[in-house]
C-alpha cells in the first residue's frame, strides 16, 4: 500500500496505523482521509489482522484535527471540499468502529478537533501523561465531525461533551483518565509498550466474539431493553457456533487452556 501521510504495517496479527505528519501536528487533510479509508477496508476485511493500533508521529501530537490551512486554499469550494473529505473519513471510521478487531489508540501529545473524535470512536485508548485533549472546533467557527458527536456524549455525558465543545476547555491526561475518556495514562517513553502489550493481548482472543461484542455496545444506545436482550441472545448463539466458540466451552469444561484463532 503506497502511502503517504500514514505509516502502515501488519506484525504478529497487530496491525500498526501511524499518522505521519509531524510538522503539521498529524493534521488530517484530504490525502490522509483518503489513506485512512484504504487501511479502514484493510482491517475490516483482512481476517489475519486481529487487533489494531493507531498513533501519531513524535510526542507533540496524536493528531491537531483538520488541516485548517488545507482547506482555507479551497477559496469558494470550501464546502463542498469538505464535505468530501469528511465523507471520506466518516466511511473510514465506520469500518474502524465495526470491524471484528479491537481498535487501541496510543494518544501521544495533543488531540484536538478530529484527533479528540479519534479517541471517542476508538474502543480502548491509552493516553501519554503529556496529552491534551481539545475541542477546538468552535474556536475556527466549525461544528465537531469525525462521530465526535456520536461517540463523546455517551462516553463523557451531554454536559461534559457541550462543555468541550462550547468553551474549548482542555484535558490534561489525568482530566481525560477522570472522566473516563481515556482508559489508562502512562509516561510517554512507556506509551509504545503499553499499547503494543494491550495489542498483542487481545490479538490472541477471539476476533469474532469480540466484533459481536461491539455490535452489541452500539446498539445498546439505539434499542429497547427487550430488543438488546434480543440482540444478545442471537450473538452468544452465533458464537458458540465459532470454533473459537466450540474450543472455548471445550477447554473451560474441562479446565484447559484455550487458544483462540479468529474463527
Known amino acids: 500500500m503506497n502511502l503517504k501521510t500514514i505509516k502502515f504495517r501488519i506484525e504478529n496479527n497487530i496491525a500498526f496505523i501511524e499518522l505521519n505528519r509531524p510538522d503539521q501536528y498529524n493534521a488530517l487533510d484530504h490525502i490522509m482521509a483518503e489513506e485512512l479509508f484504504k487501511i479502514s477496508l484493510e482491517c475490516d476485511d483482512n ?8 498513533t501519531g508521529t513524535g510526542e507533540k501530537a496524536f493528531c ?19 464535505k468530501e473529505v469528511t465523507t471520506i473519513l466518516h466511511g473510514a471510521i465506520s469500518r474502524f468502529s465495526r ?8 494518544v501521544n501529545g495533543i488531540a484536538a478537533g478530529a484527533g479528540l473524535s479519534f ?42 461533551y457541550a462543555e468541550l465543545v462550547l468553551t474549548n476547555r482542555t484535558l490534561s491526561a489525568q482530566e481525560a483518565l477522570e472522566w473516563g475518556l481515556v482508559n489508562k495514562v502512562v509516561d510517554i517513553k512507556d ?20 466484533g459481536k ?22 450473538m452468544i448463539a452465533e458464537c458458540s457456533k465459532t470454533k473459537d466458540g466450540i474450543n472455548g ?15
Open 47 to 54: 481476517k489475519n489482522i486481529r487487533s489494531v493500533v493507531l
Open 64 to 82: 491537531a484535527g483538520g488541516d485548517l490551512h488545507s482547506f482555507h486554499k479551497q477559496g469558494k469550494k470550501i464546502s463542498s471540499h469538505l
Open 99 to 106: 470491524m471484528n478487531a479491537p481498535l487501541i489508540i496510543g
Open 119 to 160: 479517541v471517542g470512536f476508538a474502543d480502548l485508548v491509552i493516553a501519554s501523561s503529556n496529552a491534551k485533549f481539545v475541542s477546538a472546533y468552535s474556536k475556527a467557527g466549525l461544528t465537531p465531525d469525525g462521530s465526535s458527536s456520536y461517540f463523546l456524549p455517551r462516553i463523557i455525558g451531554t454536559r461534559r
Open 191 to 210: 506509551l509504545k509498550n503499553e499499547v503494543e502489550e494491550l495489542a498483542n493481548k487481545l490479538a490472541l482472543g477471539p476476533s469474532l466474539a469480540f
Open 213 to 234: 461484542f461491539k455490535s452489541l455496545l452500539h446498539n445498546s444506545f439505539l434499542d429497547s431493553m427487550e430488543g438488546q436482550m434480543e440482540f444478545e441472545s442471537r
Open 249 to 263: 466451552i471445550e477447554a473451560f469444561v474441562n479446565k484447559k487452556e484455550v487458544s483462540f484463532t479468529g474463527d
